[in-house]
């Protein structure tokens, strides 16, 4: 079994300001992966496929929960890629 702590609650919204990457958090899994309902990736500047996009808990460390203003700046990019289909959902 592997233990580990959630930094983050089902719903947060996270960011990595060295990647510009952000992240709405869904859960953890028991195998010790982050699922998300919706990941930015900033270099490409797209919506992940969040179906088949994990990461590893370890990788919490480099993310921190976002502020109003770059809660909103997601929202708005969630709205206009969906909105566009250039998601993979």
Do not use: W
Not at 33 to 44: L, N, R
Not at 66 to 86: G, L, T, Y
């Amino acid at each position: 079994m592997f233990v580990f702590e959630e930094n983050f609650k089902k719903g947060d919204y996270i960011i990595s300001h060295a990647s510009g990457d952000m992240a709405v958090y869904d859960k953890a899994d028991d195998r010790g992966y982050m699922h998300f309902k919706y990941y930015y990736g900033g270099m490409f500047k797209e919506l992940k496929d969040c179906k088949n996009f994990t990461l590893q808990i370890n990788y919490q460390k480099f993310y921190e929960p976002c502020n109003e203003e770059e809660k909103k700046q997601m929202d708005e990019i969630i709205k206009e890629k969906v909105a566009n289909n250039a998601t993979f959902f």
